[in-house]
């Protein structure tokens, strides 16, 4: 995964979450709906700009930014632990 395909998923992330907050707000989806998807989308998102942080690091270190693999979901929700 490049660079512009992890932060062409970050905007899609970023959409969907201003699309729940619509719908909350038209009384289409309980509080409770909308912070368990937000809560979804927030590891969703902290995992992509962990990899897109990893690649750059990689490329100025003048490694092959390709050869960084997104870490799961609850490896990188642990780094602030």
Known sequence: ???????????????????????????????????????????SLDQCWDLLRRRRAARDAGHDPDAERAHSTGEVESYLQ
């Open 1 to 43: 995964m490049d660079d512009k395909t992890v932060l062409g998923r970050i905007h899609g992330l970023v959409d969907e979450e201003h699309k729940l907050r619509d719908q909350l707000r038209r009384g289409e989806i309980s509080g409770a709906e909308e912070q368990a998807r937000l809560r979804e989308l927030e590891e």
